[in-house]
């Protein structure tokens, strides 16, 4: 039988949708299912079959990094939206030939982990493992060192930036790992951390991202 309740809700979501502020453009609309309102569920992107990248087994990401995106994300990592996880991690699908291990998020500088609160690779981590049922790894990858931001450099600028800059445990040997970040700019974190799990033994590193930037430095890691 179903339950009053419910019967209630239902006609309650039917007559009265739910007005929330879209998690992309901010502003109070009808939202679908992910907190979305249709103008910025009509600009989503999907990442089409995406070249392979330089140093990971694998690479897969939800969403391009575009206009209602950036927003999303943006609020997400350094306004405090923490709770826009939820609407990353649902692009976020494990592809089914990837045979994994654990779920590695990519570690945050100590400096921006103090100013941030929380790392946005690590939640996003959380909610892809509770959706695909494997278990989170965080202490396989630190971060050792701190480095400079970014945004404006090129991929080799990046490569030079990060050396050194993650320290893996012994405990990656034979694993395979699905390594989790926020953006996937030039690839050069996904590189320079995949290297450094490889070097401690993991056997494969895979990378999934929740969004994806074509173009050289339109990324804000
Ligand atoms: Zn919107």
Redesign the pocket.
């Known amino acids: 039988m179903i339950k009053p309740n419910r019967i209630l809700k239902a006609a309650a979501d039917v007559f009265f949708p739910q007005h929330l502020k879209?998690?992309?453009?901010?502003?109070e609309?009808v939202?679908n299912e992910q907190g979305?309102?249709?103008?910025?569920?009509g600009k989503l992107l999907y990442v089409p079959i995406l070249p392979q990248l330089y140093g990971v087994d694998g690479f897969s990401a939800g969403l391009m990094y575009n206009e209602?995106v950036r927003n999303a994300l943006v609020s997400f990592k350094f306004n405090g939206a923490v709770y826009k996880k939820e609407f990353f991690a649902h692009y976020m699908q494990v592809p089914p030939e990837w045979t994994a291990d654990c779920i590695v998020p990519v570690p945050l500088c100590a400096s921006r982990m103090k100013e941030r609160g929380y790392n946005q690779s690590a939640l996003l981590a959380r909610e892809v493992s509770k959706r695909c049922g494997l278990p989170l790894r965080e202490e396989l990858l630190k971060r050792v060192r701190e480095t400079e931001k970014q945004s404006l450099m090129t991929h080799d600028q990046r490569l030079k930036n990060l050396k050194g800059a993650f320290r893996a445990s012994e405990d990656c040997r034979g694993l395979s790992i699905i390594l989790i970040d926020d953006i996937k700019t030039t690839g050069a974190t996904l590189c320079e951390c995949s290297k450094e799990l490889k070097k401690r033994g993991a056997a494969r590193v895979y990378a999934l991202c929740a969004c994806c930037a074509m173009e050289k430095g339109s990324g804000n890691e």
């Open positions: 879209c998690h992309c453009c901010n502003r609309a939202v979305i309102c249709s103008e910025c569920e209602p």
